[in-house]
């Protein structure tokens, strides 16, 4: 992932816009020698990225709790 300089990155925008969009390029932002942004192309996530959010999450004994009272609420009902 290339450097650049803030100053260069107001300057060239629509170009490096352009590489991002056209061409998956990545840049660093550097003003007075500190990173200060990074501009990369917005990655969409999929069901399987969700799921594995999800499951990093520790869940929470109080909703598991009344997920269980409500699920046994529940009344079956026949169908005509």
């Given at each position: 992932?290339?450097?650049?300089t803030?100053?260069?990155?107001?300057?060239?925008?629509?170009?490096?816009l352009?590489?991002?969009?056209?061409?998956?390029?990545?840049?660093?932002?550097?003003?007075?020698?500190?990173?200060?942004?990074?501009?990369?192309?917005?990655?969409?996530?999929?069901?399987?990225?969700?799921?594995?959010?999800?499951?990093?999450?520790?869940?929470?004994?109080?909703?598991?709790?009344?997920?269980?009272?409500?699920?046994h609420?529940?009344?079956?009902?026949?169908?005509?």
């Amino acid at each position: 992932m290339p450097d650049v300089t803030a100053t260069e990155a107001s300057r060239r925008f629509a170009d490096l816009l352009d590489g991002v969009e056209h061409r998956g390029e990545r840049y660093t932002i550097v003003r007075r020698g500190h990173v200060v942004a990074e501009l990369a192309p917005v990655h969409t996530g999929s069901g399987s990225d969700a799921k594995a959010l999800l499951r990093r999450q520790e869940l929470d004994g109080e909703w598991v709790e009344e997920l269980a009272s409500l699920r046994h609420g529940l009344v079956a009902q026949e169908r005509y």
